[in-house]
Each structure stands twice: as structure tokens, then as C-alpha cells.
């Protein structure tokens, strides 16, 4: 069959009111949960599945997507009003899009989430059709020991969300790989940390940690000292984005969208890391790099280009070679297989009909996300006009619920709330973060692949430079450290002489 | 979710107000955990047969996922549950013999369960890449012979390390912990792509998780643990190598409560079982998955899973594979 006879099939399967119909509803029941703060997409997912039973395949793959979409987006809303990311994948968003929220300009931080999420998506959905198979083997080509380079270097985004001092910022990431080592050790299969505790034997729950770390802090701070925010509000303006913001951010949205297209391709990364890296080349490459942090637009595109971008490329190796990135695909292939479908290159020999169609379908549901979210930003966008003394007891309850949702269990909550505090000590004595997360999020999954990697060489570190790959990534990490510390210098070498100065 | 949550509450309230102490098992929502994530095969095979058991038992199945710790968190939430079968479990074969025989850590034994059926059976399959040149478990073991052979699991204390491990030791290797590297990853789609890109020489998992990858001709099957040959799969069963006694290893499904579940529940669960299983949607998908459903009896599941405990902790006790830390 030829490629315009598969095109045909692909356009009469999805050309149905039920196939829109789908799409649709799965946008929107993604953007809806994806705003619920501790709902994140993957629960989301997770709960649309049994619907899908008793759809056509089509039909139910096209509704999961939607679902997953839209949920990656909606996370940024509550990311950017309450600061508190909806679902792991918009914790970067928070970084500048909170601060733009407190000056007034929460809608058009919104819009640029929505634009960057839009653009972001069309480009992965068009990487997906045009280089699967080309994206395909170089997801194969990543063993443990290119995960590990991968990860080193990740790590250095560090430095570039660490704010005013490195120091903090490094004493916020060790907290977070030490919180990370919680759990079972994956190569001997031991307790760590766990002090007897059958709770603790999982590692702490992440969104728990996510949620006490981001929203908790700025609930105990009205709490403690509530006279500062009485009856406070923060207006939003008439503050809309511009195609002149979007043309200035235009840059990073594309850079950020390709970092997602990578790191979405090769399976086991996820969306989070992609953002904070599209978010610290965004910071790194800016004239306003000073303004990063502190409420920038470009910051927000930048985020959000990044994790949106992901969300086609992880089905690159899902319908090329079967395989799951992330917990939101295992669940999509789970559907595949319910319908008896087997993803993998037989799948473009044996159903190209389907692949099209689906192709079709995801092209499409770039456009729905960007309707269904205007249509939601200017929904939840009121948000931002509740006073805090209301808003603040609403939001608690919100992050209660979702972090109890998420595994039922209590202990979770605790969890939060103890975080919580880390919070607000974090946020008192000015140590940010974002370096916590991204340590939390990576360390993980640098010493696992560290470990397998010296488990395949018998421990010798030679297999840690095997291939272009590692000494790409072992290039990229020494010349970033590199830039790093001279920055450092010139930072104190300017600093140095004046604080003589203003002693004499 | 939270709407049902929300729906579950409202409905547990009313119940007890309006029933008396006595009424009859089930007047409220039963709560299911199952102890894996989203899109496993644990968590399809019960999302599979959840429809058809609300029917069944006229009482809506609520299914949280429980995860962590290889099944033990959300094992451990039931366990500590009360018996009065409002409370129950998705037992798997990872989670209630595997790591139970190789675990000594692990905060609960067989005894805190009480089995009310084990529903679905999964065999399993030992696979390597065609580029390994490998085409025949005599290939595999002469290449373990020769060293610098390894496989992927889905984690220490999986059905896939012990099923590697095992198949190895029938086939005559003295000690496949010494002859071979064992490398854990995150989760079973993490330990198969270990095997496509070469990190890895082989796999032993479930049927079910490996079926996309050999019809895709990714991977080649070399083995399947079933008594006869295995739709789909061109590969000589245990028997046909003269190896009948992995037929033992197979992976499972059932149900359980805790070990205080009253005689009446058990019961009502077997009548219940019965009919759920003969439900169409829920066989249709079952057998997609590849998985041979056999409804047991509690006394049936009892001795299945004992004697399955049973030949997996000769295995670790015999090669000191048992963790203690």
C-alpha cells in the first residue's frame, strides 16, 4: 500500500465525529485534572484508561492522548496562580511564572504558557511523523552509560537556577539527593533509610515532596504572620500575551521544543528534566539572564516549550519499538495491547492505517489544546482575583486531597506537610528550590545508571566513554562546569573590590 | 478519581447510617488495592475484571493503585486492613511468592493473607535479540559457559530475576549468580529494553510482556513455561527440553484479604469469582494479554501458592540469594 493510500485510510478513521469527539473530551478532561493541583497527567491517564475499553482503538488511543496533552499543559495554570505545578513536568513553570502572577501579569504569563505549549507540541508531533524511525535508533543507542553523561550534565542546570548564590543552590540539590536515596536500593534490593518504616520502603512520594516543597511554604508564611496579606489580591490586569512577546521568546520555544523531541525519544526521562534544561539554556542564552527567577516571560515559553514538547516524541518510541518512556506511555501501551494492537515496526507494516490515522489525530489535538486552553485560562484566570485569606484555605485543601489521591495514603500527607517545612525554612533563609527538584528528580536516576553501568563493565569505568554519545555529553559537561566557575570569578572579582570600598 | 472518592464517601456515610451493625457483607463499596502501577499487567488484569465483579457482587469495586516497594506498600496497607472484606487486595506473584522467599526484610509473610482465589495464570518466556545470534536455549547456555553473559529484571526480589535465575540452574549451570551478571532496571519495560539494546543478553518475563516484541520480531523466544506450545510464540516449551519442572514458574494473579477475612466473605467471594470470570469483555482481554485464566478454589490457591513459595525458597536458600539487609 502506498503512502497516499495509507494517508486516505488514516484521514476516513479519524475523519468521524467520533474520533473529534474524543480528542476533544480527552484535552479537556486533561486540562481540568492537569490544573487540580496533585492530580497529574498520569493519574489522569491512568483513570481514563478503563473508558477506553470499549472504544474503538482509535478512538480510545486518540482520547488517552488528548488526556495526556492537555494534562501536560494544565499543569502550568495552577504552576503559574498558585504556585503550586499541577503535575511534576510544570515545576519549572513555577520558577518565573509565579513571580510574573504576583505582579499582575498571570494572564499573560498564561497566554505564553499556552502559545509555547501549542508551538512546542506541533513541532514534537512533526518530529514524530517525519524521523521516528531515525529518533528510534538513537533511543536504542542510550545504554546506562549515555544515560549517565546525560545526567551529569543535566545536573549542571543547577547552577543555573541556583539564583543570587551557588552555595545555596548546592546545599538545596544535596538535600534533595539525600531525600532521594529513601527507599529500596535498586541493584541490592536493601532498605535505605527507611528506619523500619513499610511506608518509607517506596521512597518518598514525589508528588508529596513537589507539592510541600512549592505550595506549602507560601501557606505557613501567610499563616505565620497573616497582617501582611490581609484582604491582599493581586489583580490580573488586562495583561494579555502579545505576538511581539511571542516573537521575542520565539527562540528559546524552539530550542526548548527540540530539547523535548531528544530527551522525549529516549524512554525514561520524562518531561521534567526537559523542561528544567530548556529552561536553563533559555536562562543561559538571554539577554535578561538577571531577570530569570525573578518573573520573565521567556522563562515561562522556555519551561513550558520544554515539557510540552515532549508529549509527541514520547510516542516515538512507543510506536517504533514498542517501548514505554514513561509511566504515561506503559499505560498508553497497555491500551494498544488491550485492543490487540502490538506497537513495534510491524505495527507500520500490519496497521499503517492506524499509525496515520493517529499521526492525523495528534496534529489536530494541537490545535484542540490551544481552543480547549484559552477557553480554560480564561476560566481559571479569575483565580488570581481571590483574595488570599480565601484562596489560601481552598488551595491547602486542594493539595491535601490530591496528595491523599494519589496513593491513598496518609502518610503521604505527612510527608507533604514535613516537606512543607523544609519549605519554609528553604524560603526564609532564601535557599531556592528548584536545585532540591531537579537533585531529587535526577539523582535517581544518575546513580542507577551509574550502578548498571558498572555492573555491565565489571566495574570498570573505561565503558563510561564507549561512544560519541558519552563524549558528547562529557564534552558539554566540562565546558559548562568550565563556564561556570570562570562566571564565579568574574563575579567575585567584580564583587571584590567594592565591598573594600565601601569599608573605607 | 476524586469524584468517586467523593462519591465513595458520601455512600460509606449514608451505609452506615441507614444499616444496622448486622447487615450483610457487602452494604458499602469494597475497596481494591492493587499494589502496581498504572498499565501493568497486574493493574489491567484487574481493571479487566473490575466491571464485571461490581456486577457480580452488586457493590461497587472502587481500585485504588498502591505502589512502591515491588507490591510491599500497597500489600502492607491490606494487610494491616480489617477482615471484614471491604478491603482486598490484587495479589501477584511478585509481590506473594517471589519476594517473600527472597526478602527477609519484608513486613509481611504469607500468613497475613488469607487467599480467597489466584484467577489468572501467566507463563513465562526467556527471549534474546536476533543479533545475539542466540536461537536455542543450547545456544544461550554455551554462551554462559563462555562468560559475559547477563539480564535484566525488573528490580531485585522480581519474578524476573528469580525466573532467569531458575531456568539457568535447570538447564545445569552450577551457580548462575557467579556465571552471569544480573542488571536490575526500573520496572519490566525499563528490563525489556535493556534486552533491544543490548545492555543485556536475555529476559525472562511474562508472556504478556514480551508478545508485542516477538510478533515485531524484536525479540526471539526461546523458551515458554506452559505444557504446550504458546499461541504466538515459536518456542519449545520446558517439557519438550526435558526441563518439566519450570513448569512451576509461571506468573499469577489472585485475590486476598487479610488474614482475619471471616469464613462468610471468602465465601461470597468464590460465588462472586465464578460468575465475574465467565464475563466476555473480561476473557477478551485476558487472553490479548496472553494469559490463561484458571479460577481456584481458596484451598486450591492456598497449596498453588504454597508449593509455587515452597520451590522458590529452595532456589534462594540453595544459592544464597536471599536478602537480609
Redesign the interface.
Known amino acids: 500500500m502506498s503512502f497516499i493510500d495509507n494517508l486516505m485510510m488514516g484521514l476516513s478513521m479519524v475523519a468521524n465525529v467520533g474520533s473529534f469527539l474524543a480528542l476533544g473530551t480527552g484535552v479537556a478532561v486533561g486540562v481540568f485534572a492537569g490544573a487540580i493541583p496533585g492530580m497529574s497527567a498520569t493519574m489522569a491517564v491512568a483513570l481514563t484508561l478503563p473508558f477506553t475499553f470499549a472504544l474503538q482503538p482509535i478512538t480510545g488511543i486518540l482520547l488517552l492522548l488528548g488526556v495526556y496533552k492537555g494534562g501536560i499543559f494544565g499543569g502550568s495554570i495552577p504552576a503559574i496562580l498558585i504556585k503550586t505545578p499541577g503535575t511534576p513536568a510544570s515545576s519549572a513553570t513555577v520558577l518565573d511564572g509565579y513571580p510574573l502572577a504576583e505582579m499582575g501579569q498571570a494572564g499573560k504569563a498564561l497566554g505564553m504558557a499556552l502559545w509555547a505549549s501549542c508551538t512546542a507540541d506541533l513541532i514534537s508531533n512533526l518530529a514524530l511523523i517525519l524521523f521516528a524511525g531515525f529518533l528510534a535508533s538513537f533511543a536504542l543507542s542510550f545504554g546506562p552509560p549515555e544515560f549517565f553523561t546525560l545526567m551529569l550534565f543535566s545536573l549542571t542546570i543547577i547552577a543555573g537556577v541556583s539564583g543570587e548564590s551557588l552555595l545555596r543552590g548546592a546545599l538545596s540539590a544535596m538535600l534533595g539527593l539525600l531525600l532521594a536515596t529513601v527507599g529500596l536500593d535498586l541493584i541490592y534490593g536493601t532498605n535505605r533509610f527507611t528506619f523500619g518504616n513499610a511506608n518509607l520502603m517506596g521512597g518518598l512520594n514525589f508528588i508529596a515532596v513537589l507539592i510541600g516543597l512549592f505550595a506549602i511554604p507560601e501557606i505557613i508564611a501567610m499563616v505565620w504572620n497573616p497582617k501582611v496579606f490581609d484582604g491582599q489580591k493581586r489583580s490580573m490586569g488586562k495583561s494579555w500575551v502579545s505576538f511581539a512577546d511571542y516573537r521575542r521568546c520565539f527562540k528559546s520555544i524552539v530550542r526548548g521544543s527540540f530539547i523535548g523531541v531528544f530527551l522525549g525519544a529516549i524512554p525514561g526521562i520524562g518531561a521534567a528534566p526537559s523542561a528544567f534544561l530548556s529552561y536553563s539554556e533559555a536562562r543561559r542564552t538571554s539577554p535578561n539572564r538577571d531577570k530569570f527567577g525573578k518573573g520573565e516571560l521567556e522563562g515561562v515559553a522556555a519551561a513550558e516549550a520544554g515539557n510540552n514538547g515532549v508529549a509527541g516524541a514520547t510516542l516515538i518510541p512507543l510506536l517504533a519499538l514498542g517501548i514505554p518512556g514513561d509511566v504515561i506511555t506503559a499505560i498508553i501501551i497497555g491500551a494498544f495491547m488491550i485492543h490487540g494492537l502490538q506497537p513495534g515496526p510491524m505495527m507500520f507494516i500490519l496497521n499503517a492505517d492506524i499509525i496515520y490515522a493517529l499521526f492525523i489525530g495528534l496534529i489536530v489535538s494541537s490545535v484542540f489544546l490551544f481552543f480547549i486552553g484559552s477557553v480554560a485560562i480564561h476560566g481559571f484566570k479569575y483565580v488570581a482575583d481571590i483574595p488570599r485569606g480565601v484562596l489560601f484555605p481552598a488551595v491547602l485543601v486542594l493539595c491535601i486531597f490530591g496528595v491523599f489521591a494519589v496513593n491513598n495514603s496518609i502518610f503521604d500527607v505527612g510527608v507533604m506537610f514535613a516537606m512543607g517545612w523544609v519549605g519554609y525554612f528553604m524560603l526564609r533563609y532564601r535557599i531556592p528550590a528548584a536545585p532540591f527538584l531537579i537533585a531529587f528528580i535526577l539523582g535517581p536516576l544518575l546513580e542507577d545508571n551509574f550502578r548498571q553501568a558498572m555492573l555491565m563493565s565489571g566495574s570498570s569505568p573505561v565503558i563510561l566513554f564507549r561512544g560519541p554519545i558519552t563524549w558528547f555529553f562529557w564534552a558539554l559537561t566540562v565546558i559548562t562546569v568550565f563556564a561556570i566557575i570562570r562566571a564565579g570569578i568574574k563575579a567575585t572579582r567584580r564583587q571584590g573590590p567594592l565591598k573594600v570600598e565601601s569599608q573605607t | ?2 469524584l468517586t ?1 467523593l462519591g465513595m464517601a458520601c455512600a460509606l456515610t449514608l451505609g452506615m447510617m441507614t444499616t444496622a451493625a448486622l447487615a450483610e457483607y457487602p452494604d458499602r463499596p469494597v475497596n481494591m ?1 492493587i499494589p502496581y ?4 499487567a497486574t ?2 488484569s484487574a ?2 475484571i ?2 464485571a465483579l461490581t456486577e457480580a457482587a452488586g457493590t461497587p469495586m472502587v481500585m ?7 507490591g ?2 500497597g500489600s ?2 491490606v494487610q494491616n486492613a480489617k477482615g471484614d472484606g471491604y478491603t482486598m487486595l490484587f495479589a501477584r506473584v511478585g509481590s506473594h511468592t517471589v519476594n517473600p522467599a ?2 527477609a ?1 519484608l ?1 509481611y509473610t504469607l500468613d497475613d493473607f488469607r487467599f480467597v482465589t489466584v484467577y489468572e495464570i501467566n507463563p513465562v518466556v526467556c527471549a534474546v535479540t536476533p543479533a545475539s545470534g542466540i536461537t536455542s536455549m543450547d545456544d544461550l547456555i554455551a554462551k554462559i559457559n563462555e562468560g559475559g553473559v ?1 539480564y535484566s529484571s525488573s ?3 522480581s519474578l524476573l530475576q528469580l525466573a532467569a535465575v531458575m531456568v539457568m540452574k535447570e538447564f545445569g549451570i552450577g551457580n548462575p549468580l557467579e556465571a552471569t ?7 519490566g ?2 528490563a ?3 534486552v ?4 543485556v543478553t536475555f529476559i525472562c518475563t511474562n508472556s ?1 510482556a514480551l ?3 516477538v ?4 525479540l526471539t523466544p526461546l523458551l515458554v513455561t506452559t505444557p504446550e506450545r504458546l499461541n504466538g510464540f515459536d518456542a519449545p516449551t520446558a517439557a519438550e527440553l526435558g526441563k518439566p519442572a519450570l513448569e512451576q514458574l509461571v506468573g499469577w494473579t489472585g485475590i486476598a484479604g487479610p488474614a482475619s477475612l471471616t469464613d462468610d466473605v471468602a465465601t461470597k467471594w468464590g460465588e462472586w469469582m465464578a460468575t465475574a470470570v465467565q464475563d466476555e ?1 473480561f476473557l477478551a ?1 485476558m487472553e ?2 496472553g494469559s490463561v485464566i484458571e479460577l481456584m478454589s481458596p484451598e486450591e490457591a492456598k497449596a498453588f501458592i504454597d508449593g509455587q513459595y515452597q520451590t522458590f525458597r529452595k532456589l534462594v536458600d540453595d544459592l544464597g540469594m536471599r ?1 537480609e ?1
Do not use: C, W, Y
Open positions: 478519581m476524586n472518592k488495592i502501577g498504572a498499565g501493568g493493574d489491567i481493571r479487566a473490575a466491571e485504588s493503585n498502591v505502589t512502591g516497594a515491588g510491599a506498600t502492607v496497607a527472597m526478602k526484610t513486613p547477563s528490580g531485585v526480589g551478571v544480573h542488571i536490575p532496571q526500573k520496572g519495560g525499563a525489556a529494553t535493556a533491544l539494546n543490548g545492555t504478556s508478545a508485542g516484541f510478533a515485531n520480531g524484536q469483555k482481554v490479548k494479554a536478602i539487609g
